[in-house]
Nanobody, 126 residues
């Protein structure tokens, strides 16, 4: 069973940047699609970005497009989320997730994912 651990969260001023990491252990990771979700205070968990095992297909939520970049290093069993031009509304707990579906129709759905990390807090101040 793959175990995911997120890191890199913290407090940052609006307009700043953070890079989140998600390290996988305990199983096969490189063939899985990986995604990032977030849960803002009082809101449902929402999709942020996803990347297939080869990196050949990448999708973003409209709210982060042009500001966030997802990438992965299969040799290090790690997926990243580079977040730039952060806004207060980006404040959330960010979760990493893995999907066994190598070519799913819609990686923005939570149901596409089979395992999840515990999350890392990102707080953007004005």
């Amino acid at each position: 069973q793959v175990h995911l651990v997120e890191s890199g969260g913290g407090l940052v001023q609006a307009g700043g940047s953070l890079r989140l990491s998600c390290a996988a252990s305990g199983g096969t990771f490189s063939s899985d699609a990986m995604g990032w979700f977030r849960q803002r205070p009082g809101k449902e968990r929402e999709f942020v970005a996803a990347i297939t095992w080869s990196g050949g297909r990448i999708v973003y939520a409209d709210s982060v497009k042009g500001r966030f970049t997802i990438s992965r290093e299969n040799a290090k069993n790690t997926v990243y989320l580079e977040m730039n031009s952060l806004k207060r509304e980006d404040t959330a707990v960010y979760y990493c997730a893995g999907s066994r579906y190598s070519d799913y129709s819609d990686y923005s759905l939570r149901s596409a994912y089979d395992y999840w990390g515990q999350g890392t807090q990102v707080t953007v101040s004005s």
